[in-house]
């Protein structure tokens, strides 16, 4: 694999970077997770009985519950049209001890990358968020953030950001919205930190699409309205089809994310990856959303191997976005595949694959996508339900 220089000193070689410009690396780099297998298996739902009760009619769960209603572009749930036709919003959110993070638990697709010093930030995806009363807090930008959030066409949130960022900001196309200056942002006296305590709401974030004079509708050629495949209700994807498939009770992201230690454990009863974090000592807990009182859960869960490069002292590091040589773990409903991924333009979306070539098929539901440093790894054990 060619050496890459490990310091980044002008914005310029970091769009390159970020947008896969200039040669791309030929080689493959596997991120194999350490798996520690036992004996136990998860348990899958009983099937079906055969016949039904007269008085308890057939549903069709592919069917709309309702007339008006479409599968979420997002994450294929089922949607009131208007809500599907509204370009959705990303928010930059801090992971530290101190952060809040008011309506994570509401979010659609959750990203989570190293920044500076080993820590995560967040970015969060919302598709219906036209009547969310406290986002945030909110953080400044990184920008292969933004890169990840041109895929959904989406308004990205942030404040400020280092001078990495202004070449990306400064776009034409580059529809965000910044709160340094906005009125519409608000400081909160009940935050831990002083540094943790801007929020905004569904109806600032209104106010500054119409001062800035965007269109809510998605934009022409812009975003895949067919951004993930899903399996059908009727028929999800177990993995059971892989004959390499494991089975996943803990993913444990610890080894890669140093700081938070987040890790995901598979809930049986209701069919999702529960989320934690332990932040500090030993005290390790529930990933919950403040607002809501809800734990972080997800249908899905993809991790992605990534090339990497640190910029300066300071520890500011750049993601290459774009590639099509690096590889990554997809997992759903207990079990995990090994997939590549590739992303070709800014506003194509991230396709990931199984070993045969074959696109994968998402569950129903939300997603959370882990960004891995080349040469990082992850623990899975199925020996937590």
């Not at 914005?11 to 194999?32: D, F, H, Q, R, V």
């Not at 348990?43 to 979420?72: C, F, I, K, W």
């Amino acid at each position: 694999m060619k050496k890459h220089t490990i310091l980044l000193m002008i914005a310029l070689l970091s769009t390159l970077l970020l947008s896969g410009c200039g040669e791309e690396s030929k080689e493959k780099s596997i991120a194999e997770p350490v798996v520690k297998q036992v004996e136990t298996e998860i348990t899958q739902p009983a099937p079906l009985p055969e016949e039904q009760e007269e008085d308890e009619p057939e549903t069709n769960v592919d069917l709309p519950p309702e007339e008006g209603m479409v599968r979420s572009r997002i994450t294929n749930e089922w949607v009131p049209q208007e809500v599907d036709n509204t370009r959705p919003i990303t928010v930059m959110i801090p992971n530290t001890k101190t952060a809040t993070q008011y309506s994570l638990s509401k979010a659609d697709v959750l990203y989570e990358c190293n920044v500076e010093g080993s820590l995560t930030r967040l970015m969060a995806l919302f598709q219906d968020w036209g009547s969310l009363d406290r986002i945030g807090n909110i953080r400044s930008c990184r920008d292969y953030y933004v890169y990840w959030s041109f895929e959904w066409d989406a308004f990205y949130i942030h404040c400020g950001g280092p001078f990495y960022t202004d070449d990306v900001l400064g776009r034409a196309d580059t529809e965000h919205i910044d709160g340094l200056n906005s009125s519409n942002f608000w400081q909160a006296e009940d935050a831990v930190s002083s540094g943790d305590n801007t929020f905004v709401d569904a109806e600032g974030i209104r106010a500054d699409i119409d001062k800035l004079d965007y269109d809510t509708k998605y934009r022409s050629g812009y975003s895949d309205a067919k951004h993930y495949r899903f399996a059908p209700d009727s028929e999800p994807n177990m993995l059971t089809q892989y004959s390499n498939s494991i089975t996943a009770g803990k993913i444990d992201m610890s080894p890669t994310y140093p700081v938070t230690n987040c890790y995901f454990v598979y809930n049986s009863d209701t069919g999702l990856y529960d989320r934690f974090q332990h932040l500090s000592g030993t005290s390790a807990g529930p990933h919950t959303d403040p607002a809501t009182g809800k734990q972080l859960a997800f249908k899905n869960i993809l991790i992605q191997n990534t090339y990497y490069e640190v910029r300066d002292q300071k520890g500011y590091l750049a993601f290459q976005c774009h590639d099509t040589t690096r590889d990554g773990w997809f997992f759903t409903n207990g079990r995990g595949i090994h997939v590549t991924w590739e992303k070709t333009a800014d506003y194509s979306a991230t396709r990931y694959y199984d070993d045969n070539g074959n696109e994968i098929e998402l569950n129903t539901g939300k997603t959370m996508i882990c960004i891995v440093e080349d040469g990082d790894t992850f623990l899975v054990d199925n020996n937590r339900m």
